[in-house]
């Protein structure tokens, strides 16, 4: 089974984990769990490529800033407010099961420590690192770099998608990093791990 020695030690950090061979399985599994209720997204290109925010919003409430329509920052408020969470995992150890996020805004990585009945991170393959230091290493050089030019953010690191340049511009993507050793108290978490690669 893929994933097999992961889910083992995401188990024993806590958290419940689910394992599909793709996407598609992955999506009907949470369009099946996640029914009737209000659901914040934190921006993901993981979620994007499943289709979640819009098959999620045909049977839920659903809040998506870029995708709901209103401000951003109002929709991010009820977002967090939400009763169920979605978010992808930046990176994870597979040695220790840390889970690590790096956020610029902060909505993402506050939604993965408190104010929600059930959390769900999404995970291609791809977002899977051997350990800590080459998980931090993805999150600086891949997932801020690449994201950084998705969204037009005057960073170096945007003009090539290329590496961090531990930059101090305004517009600088990455300005906080959660890393989840455990499952966070107060909250249901699980962590649905895809075997395809998906997002950044
Ligand atoms: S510190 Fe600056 S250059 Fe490095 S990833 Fe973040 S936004 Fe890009």
Excluded at 49 to 78: C, D, F, R, W
Aim: aromatic letters at 6%.
């Amino acid at each position: 089974m893929a994933f097999e020695k992961l889910k083992e030690t995401l188990e024993k950090n806590g958290f419940a984990v689910s394992v599909f061979a793709d996407g598609r399985a992955a999506a009907a599994y949470l369009n099946r769990e996640i029914d009737g209720v209000t659901v914040g997204c934190g921006g993901s290109m993981t979620l994007t490529e499943l289709g979640l925010q819009e098959s999620l919003a045909a049977h839920n409430t659903l809040y998506a800033h870029g995708i709901t329509p209103g401000a951003p920052e109002e929709v991010m408020a009820k977002a967090a407010a939400a009763e169920v969470y979605l978010l992808s995992a930046n990176a994870i150890a597979e040695d220790t099961g840390e889970i690590l996020n790096i956020d610029g805004t902060g909505n993402r990585i506050s939604s993965l420590l408190f104010g929600h009945r059930k959390v769900y991170l999404v995970a291609g393959k791809n977002k899977v690192s051997p350990d800590y230091d080459s998980a931090l290493w993805r999150l600086r050089n891949v997932v801020a770099p690449r994201n950084a030019r998705r969204l037009g953010r005057n960073t170096p690191c945007a003009a090539k998608a290329d590496r961090c340049y531990n930059c101090s511009s305004p517009d600088r993507i990455c300005k906080g990093l959660v890393v989840l050793y455990q499952k966070m108290r107060s909250m249901d978490m699980e962590v649905v791990l895809i075997d395809q690669e998906l997002g950044y």
